[in-house]
């Protein structure tokens, strides 16, 4: 299976504040790598797929990178709605796996 | 706007069956291109894809559930389910079930806490 470590966990950042999420692959998955936000008690939320295409709707503060084994999440200026968990998940090969999470916490 | 709504008992003892539906309002079931599955999350851990299923039926399960997994899909009633045999403490997890369009999942259900526990 294809391993996906993601760092930092956990993350403490401020309101206004450019934030990165890494994710790495223990192989390549060329830009098979999606993003995904997760909040207590609400439907997750799918923010990027193929390394860097923003979903409809998504906030533009949020972008991806990445191709190969390293690709990073940013969002450029936090929102108080954003303190949530994101994960990243690879569909390179099967079975489908994801990232431990990022918890992103108020400073 | 696509919804997913999980049903299913919250609980369930040791050495039985994990039983769970999705019901998809919003959009067809039988969309080609789509796929329909589960995933799962347990207490204090990350996400774990199960498997999924397209509408005429054609299944992909992780490997390490695939031996008691089943997911079926019902298109007259436009919903998908999970079976889950003989479960045991471990999985105890929030069970999501996802839209998977041709790539990520796109859509997803609040998700249904099942605890294993006798």
């Known amino acids: 299976d294809i391993q996906m470590t993601q760092s930092p966990s956990p993350l403490s950042a401020s309101v206004g504040d450019r934030v990165t999420i890494t994710c790495r692959a223990s192989q390549s998955i060329s830009t098979y790598l999606n993003w995904y936000q997760l909040k207590p008690g609400k439907a997750p939320k799918l923010l990027i797929s193929a390394s860097s295409s923003l979903q409809s709707g998504v906030p533009s503060r949020f972008s991806g990178s990445g191709s190969g084994t390293d690709f990073t999440l940013t969002i450029s200026s936090l929102q108080p709605e954003d303190f949530a968990t994101y994960y990243c998940q690879q569909s390179y090969l099967s079975p489908i796996t994801f990232g431990q999470g990022t918890r992103l916490d108020i400073k | 706007q696509l919804r997913l709504q999980e049903s299913g008992p919250g609980l369930v003892k040791p050495s039985e069956t994990l039983s769970l539906t999705c019901t998809v309002s919003g959009a067809s079931i039988t969309s080609s291109g789509f796929y329909w599955g589960w995933i799962r999350q347990s207490p204090g851990k990350g996400l774990k894809w199960i498997g999924h299923i397209s509408y005429s039926g054609n299944t992909y399960y992780t490997p390490s559930l695939k031996s008691r997994v089943t997911i079926s899909v019902d298109t007259s009633k436009s919903r998908f389910s999970l079976r889950l045999t003989s479960v045991t403490a471990a999985d105890t997890a929030i069970y999501y079930c996802?839209?998977?369009?041709?790539?990520?999942?796109?859509?997803w259900g609040q998700g249904a806490l099942v605890t294993v526990s006798s």
């Open positions: 996802v839209r998977r369009a041709r790539d990520p999942f796109d859509y």
